[in-house]
């Protein structure tokens, strides 16, 4: 079985582009180029130097002693969250707007949740002198205030939306509007592995940097590049695409995809897409998507702004129907008591996205030898109002 797109830009049952007729020179403009763009030697060149000399690859596999003793196991935390902007979310961006100058784009517009994205895309566009507008939920605005002050530092014009959730959702749903009405100039900078063909295939080649370091990373640690168990929490899911790419076709490498329940799964304030969710279409593509018996998108909860989505990305929904990823859930409480664990035993302090990750550890059994990768995505500096205030710190 393929887990990767086919060339009509499908994963399995689930991707394609779902478009207004107005988007659709846009997104064929983007198909018909991104490949050809990025096996180009000097894209090659100029996107490799980005990412280590500005970006800070390859970000370190770190072994995490202390983690390891409590649980058992091998754990190894993949350190996205040293990259430049604190995320993995710079990968994407930096590929993308060197993809969207080839295309002759003046203009780029993005979508936040956690603010990470927006970040990034606001960075590389000041590195390269573009103008830039992100985006971004009324609700997250104020929940993540440090990385707002960061995008208009860095002179992007930051758009709250402030219809439905007023969070990720409807972020998206008004930087598409945007595109529509600004379809020649413009490049839509996709955050995540959603939205219409190539955007999920693309974003993932961007990302597919993590998992490629950590196996060769891995042969210089443990002699061999996989390991038993891959970890990853997922939204829309790219950081879990990019931490699982190279090991897609390893199936000797078991996947786990750690989703955000909220509340709890069942009380309707969860954003656990797998568990909840049916084949529907959300922003371009046919995904797994929280709707109701109508068909109405159903505001999704988390306390983490990056995990508040009501779908996933296509090529998720075909690892979870395909059984090739195992998908769970974690609740913000216990997200919350897992990053301040790693806080407190490893120095290091997560996004509360990368901590729904860590906290499915205590799920899990363990023999003793296992190598535990997992993707640590962000760094905590956006959360600790939050780890604060629940702690009382």
Same mark, same amino acid.
Not at 252 to 272: M, N, Q, R
């Given at each position: ?6 060339e009509?830009?499908? !994963? ?7 478009? *207004? ?5 846009? #997104? ?7 490949l ?17 000399d500005? #970006?800070?690859?390859p970000? /370190? ?7 390891s003793?409590? !649980? ?6 993949k350190?996205?969250?040293?990259n ?15 993809? $969207?100058?080839?295309?002759g784009?003046?203009r ?7 603010g ?33 002050a ?9 758009? *709250? $939306?402030?219809?439905? &959730?007023?969070?990720?959702k409807?972020?998206?749903?008004? $930087? ?11 490049? !839509? ?38 390991p ?5 929490? #997922?939204?829309?899911? &790219? ?39 049916k ?6 593509s046919? &995904?797994?998507?929280m709707?109701?018996?109508?068909g ?13 989505? /009501?779908g996933i ?6 690892l ?8 769970? &859930?974690?609740?913000?409480?216990e ?14 302090? /997560? ?24 993707c ?7 959360d ?10």
């Open positions: 079985m393929s887990y990767h797109v086919n009509k830009g499908y !994963y399995g049952n689930f991707g394609g582009a779902y478009i *207004p007729e107005m988007l659709y020179p846009n #997104v064929e403009e983007l198909r018909d180029n991104y050809k763009i990025m096996a180009e030697p000097a894209f090659q060149e100029e996107f490799q130097e980005l990412l280590r500005y #970006v800070g690859r970000s /370190p596999l770190y072994f995490a002693k202390r983690l003793e409590k !649980y058992g196991a091998n754990i190894y935390l350190r996205e969250d040293l430049h902007t604190g995320a993995h979310k710079i990968n994407n961006t930096v590929g993308q707007i060197l993809l $969207a100058q080839r295309l784009k003046k780029i517009i993005a979508e936040t949740g956690a990470q994205h927006g970040v990034a895309t606001a960075t590389v566009c000041a590195l390269k002198g573009i103008e830039c507008v992100v985006y971004m939920g009324a609700v997250d605005i104020e929940r993540q205030a440090p990385n707002v960061r995008m208009k530092m860095m002179g992007a014009t930051v758009i *709250p $939306a402030t219809s439905g &959730s007023q969070t990720l409807d972020a998206t749903n008004e $930087a598409l509007r945007d595109w529509i009405n600004n379809p020649v100039d413009t490049h !839509y900078i996709i955050g995540s592995v959603v939205g219409p063909h190539p955007y999920p295939d693309m974003v993932a080649r961007f990302q597919a940097i993590i998992s490629e370091e950590t196996r060769k990373q891995l042969t210089e640690k443990i002699g061999k590049p996989n038993d168990y891959v970890m990853a929490c #997922v939204g829309g899911g &790219s950081n879990a695409i990019g931490m699982f790419y190279h090991f897609l076709d390893q199936e000797d490498v078991k996947l786990i995809a750690v989703e955000a329940a909220g509340k709890g799964v069942h009380t309707g304030e969860s954003a656990a897409t797998t568990a909840l969710g084949e529907g279409v959300l922003h371009g046919r &995904s797994i998507v709707q109701t018996e109508d109405q998108v159903i505001e999704p909860y988390s306390i983490s702004a990056g995990l508040d989505y /009501p990305g296509p090529q998720h929904a075909h979870h129907t395909s059984a090739r990823a195992k998908y769970v &859930s974690i609740t913000d409480e997200s919350l008591e897992a990053g301040l664990q790693l806080s407190r035993l490893e120095g290091i302090i /997560p996004a509360i996205e990368s901590s729904h990750a860590l906290a499915y550890l205590e799920k899990m059994q363990f023999k003793g030898d296992e190598t535990v990768v997992v640590l995505s962000g760094r905590g500096d956006k600790l109002a939050t780890y604060m205030k629940y702690f009382g710190l």
